[in-house]
């Protein structure tokens, strides 16, 4: 079975500064990898996913992921910041041979400050 | 062009009815999904339908559930005899094939009384 563990469920930080949120995983097949941001009051939507090729995904607001698969993560980075990158962040992985079910972390909650 | 749409985006119900939500996926979209995501918790997955047939309803919680998809485009999930444990944000979202990215909706959230 596969599981997410999202090892922060807060993360306050200031306006401009780097952030890495942590994201990982346990699967005995392989796996196609995403992160989904969730606004307040709005839906599910996708940042970056990694399938296959270049373990360095670039995703939409500048965030980037790298995939590691010897340490089964997934970490979620951006170099600095805004306000309204605050937002629940969910990591979520997908069996790479089997259909559309995505299996989601906790959900890290990013709070940027002035 | 039209993202997927779920209504009603708020159901306030009584313990021991029956309700029903609907999601409307993007257009063509062949799959689609629904998920449930509890307070402070991720979406957890319920069903996927492809096409007209659900590929994968292991993530039903139990027999209250039940969820269609008649003519391969809009999905109505059915919850019978509710229960205070059954409230939470009903996720739906599609896809253009299952290997494809998810689209989420804004949600339904359901509060039982």
């Known amino acids: 079975a596969q599981s997410v563990t999202q090892l922060d469920s807060q993360v306050p930080v200031f306006e401009e500064a780097p952030v890495e949120l942590r994201c990982n995983y346990s699967?005995?097949?392989?796996?196609?990898l995403f992160w989904y941001v969730q606004y307040p009051n709005q839906g599910l939507q996708l940042l970056l996913k990694?399938?296959?090729?270049?373990?360095l995904v670039k995703g939409i607001n500048g965030f980037e992921a790298e995939f590691n698969k010897s340490q089964t993560s997934f970490h979620l980075r951006k170099p600095s910041v805004h306000i309204s990158d605050t937002a629940e962040y969910f990591c979520?992985?997908?069996?790479?041979?089997?259909?559309?079910?995505?299996?989601f972390g906790q959900g890290t909650e990013l709070s940027v400050k002035p | 062009g039209a993202g997927v749409s779920q209504t009603p985006s708020n159901k306030v119900t009584e313990k021991g009815k029956y309700v029903e939500l609907r999601c409307d996926p993007i257009?063509?979209?062949?799959?689609l999904y629904w998920y449930r995501q509890s307070l402070g918790q991720g979406p957890e997955f319920l069903i996927y339908?492809?096409?007209?047939?659900?590929?994968?309803d292991s993530g039903l919680p139990n027999d209250r559930f039940f969820a269609v998809r008649p003519e391969g485009s809009v999905s109505t999930l059915k919850i019978q005899r509710t229960e205070r444990g059954d409230s939470a944000v009903y996720l739906c979202?599609?896809?253009?094939?299952?290997?494809?990215?998810?689209?989420f909706g804004p949600g339904t959230r359901l509060l039982v009384l």
């Open positions: 339908f492809q096409g007209t047939g659900a590929a994968d």
């Open positions: 257009s063509g979209h062949t799959a």
């Open positions: 979202a599609s896809s253009l094939i299952p290997a494809e990215t998810q689209y």
């Open positions: 699967s005995s097949v392989s796996v196609y």
């Open positions: 990694y399938l296959s090729g270049s373990t």
């Open positions: 979520a992985v997908r069996r790479g041979n089997q259909g559309g079910k995505l299996i």
